[in-house]
Nanobody, 122 residues
Framework: DVQLQASGGGLVQVGGSLRLSCALS????????IRWFRQAPGKEREGVSC????????NYADSVKGRFTISEDHAKNTVYLQMNSLKPEDTAVYYC???????????????WGQGTLVTVSS
């Protein structure tokens, strides 16, 4: 049974940090690229960051470059999103997802995790 379990969201002040976790079961991130998405109220879902163990790619949306870092823990089969210098516009529900590809390309999402809410207060 494939599952992605996202956690770590919460309420944080502007300039603060949070670390989101995406625990995988039923597969590993060696098998699929993992992408973090977010959806703010009234806005479309957007890709935030992607990790491919197959080719080592880590990419970021322009809006989070230099502030967010994606990483992985093989032993825990978990992907993380470290978010620093948070801004009010980072407020959103964050989702982790496994792409139907080994690579961070335009392949569709094959599996979604549930969301975790991040609220940045000013």
């Amino acid at each position: 049974d494939v599952q992605l379990q996202a956690s770590g969201g919460g309420l944080v002040q502007v300039g603060g940090s949070l670390r989101l976790s995406c625990a995988l079961s039923g597969f590993t991130f060696v098998d699929r690229a993992i992408r973090w998405f977010r959806q703010a109220p009234g806005k479309e879902r957007e890709g935030v960051s992607c990790l491919s163990v197959s080719d080592g790619e880590r990419n970021y949306a322009d809006s989070v470059k230099g502030r967010f870092t994606i990483s992985e823990d093989h032993a825990k089969n978990t992907v993380y999103l470290q978010m620093n210098s948070l801004k009010p516009e980072d407020t959103a529900v964050y989702y982790c997802a496994a792409l139907s590809s080994w690579f961070c390309d335009q392949s569709p999402v094959e599996y979604w995790g549930q969301g975790t809410l991040v609220t940045v207060s000013s």
